[in-house]
């Protein structure tokens, strides 16, 4: 690809509805999923982004395909044959989420990859069957082509196949990325040993990563390339919700090293890592203040 070129993103997984049942009893739709928030989060930073989900001819399809045309993203139908998902979220007091899900992954095809500079992957598209294998397939393409690949697992255990594969999987998928994030809930199901969730993001690091990053909520962020390794402290703000929070935070990163030039980077310094990170942990922020999922647009 010419490095004159402007950058594109595909982003691959699922699209879905969030239906949100807040703590007083009442209910909002929103569209959202990882994959579909992580798209959105770049287009509102600027970069031309594609995902490639999903998205039925239904009522909740109407409502994703006109979100993701205000926030600039192009959608590339994997399976149009099939019903729109959706998801759950029950919001407890504390802000914090848990979901229930009614989707299905089958993808039948996805966009030709030398039209990307960027491949991002995650949550249940990459470990769900039987599309996790499609996805599979495209990331090992990818990689084999020079493409940079960003994944995030953000793994749900009610909807993950056994542990040990989905750990298997996970790890095969971070070894063909260049850009790896997880949250500490991802590192809790994964890990293998009491090392807690650092032993989780240094074993990913290990396995082949430009740079690897560890969430923790409200706590700081965590970022390491090689023997790098630094601390992204969070900003106070007063919580609406937690939903889209880790996908604005992965969306932003990877708009930042687009932006920068930076994706075809192998290593980063100290303070190259800091500055991604500061970049990422602002833009969580003000998604985790706004109900629902609503990455911030590049002026915010």
Known sequence: MSAARVPRALVVG??????????????????????????VTMARQGIDTTLAAHVGDDHFGALI????????????????????????ATI????????????????????????????HVGSIGAWMAPGADVVLDLVRRA?????????????????????????????????L?????????????LAEDPGGPLSVLRLLAGHGPALAA?????ESALLCSGSDEVEVRVPPVE???TIGAGDTWMGTLLAELLRRGWADRTSFAADELQSLGHAAVAAAAITVSRPGADPPWRDD
């Open 14 to 39: 699922e699209a879905l509805m969030d239906v949100t049942r807040m703590p007083d009893g009442s209910v909002a739709e929103h569209p959202g999923g990882s994959p579909l928030n992580v798209a």
């Open 65 to 88: 395909r006109a979100h993701l045309a205000e926030s600039g993203v192009t959608l590339a139908n994997a399976n149009v044959s099939l019903p729109t998902a959706s998801a759950t």
């Open 92 to 119: 407890g007091a504390d802000g914090s989420a848990t979901y229930e899900f009614d989707l299905r992954w089958n993808p039948n095809e996805l966009p030709d990859l030398e039209d990307f500079h960027l491949v």
């Open 143 to 175: 990689h084999a082509a020079g493409r940079a690949v960003g994944f995030d697992p953000n793994v749900r255990p009610a909807l993950a196949p056994s542990v040990p594969l989905l750990r298997e999987r996970v790890l095969e998928l971070a070894a």
């Open 177 to 189: 990325s260049r850009f790896v994030k997880l949250s500490d809930e991802d590192a809790d199901v």
């Open 214 to 218: 560890l969430t923790r909520g409200g």
């Open 239 to 241: 919580v609406a919700d």
